[in-house]
Nanobody, 120 residues
Framework: VHLQESGGGAVQAGASLRLSCTAS????????LGWVRQAPGKEREFVAA?????????YADSAKDRFIVTRDDNDKNTVHLQMSHLIPEDTAVYYC?????????????WGQGTQVTVSA
């Protein structure tokens, strides 16, 4: 199984970024895809997830109202995270991950991560 993230970068506060992740080799359909981030010196923190069909989403409180997670309309193996109104506290490595349930359970597969840096 391979999860490949893209779209990270360095931006100023208030800017937007779109992260994408494409999964390959998942053992079956119906996996939820999501994002987990890790800031320097902190533990990994759940951000957002979407189910296979793209019909259910789950967000951390820190992501609500600013981030939107979607499943690609043309490729269910691809997930996007649209991040708006970024703040320096959003600085972290963002990992794409896969698990069965959209709102619970452990993550079965992980990507390598993509860096997001937000400057004040």
């Amino acid at each position: 199984v391979h999860l490949q993230e893209s779209g990270g970068g360095a931006v100023q506060a208030g800017a937007s970024l779109r992260l994408s992740c494409t999964a390959s080799g998942l053992p079956f359909n119906d996996y939820s895809l999501g994002w987990v981030r890790q800031a320097p010196g902190k533990e990994r923190e759940f951000v957002a997830a979407v189910n296979w069909a793209g019909t259910r989403t789950h967000y951390a409180d820190s992501a609500k109202d600013r981030f939107i997670v979607t499943r690609d309309d043309n490729d269910k193996n691809t997930v996007h995270l649209q991040m708006s109104h970024l703040i320096p506290e959003d600085t972290a490595v963002y990992y794409c991950a896969a698990r069965v349930l959209v709102d619970a359970g452990s993550w079965s597969y992980w990507g390598q991560g993509t860096q997001v840096t937000v400057s004040a």
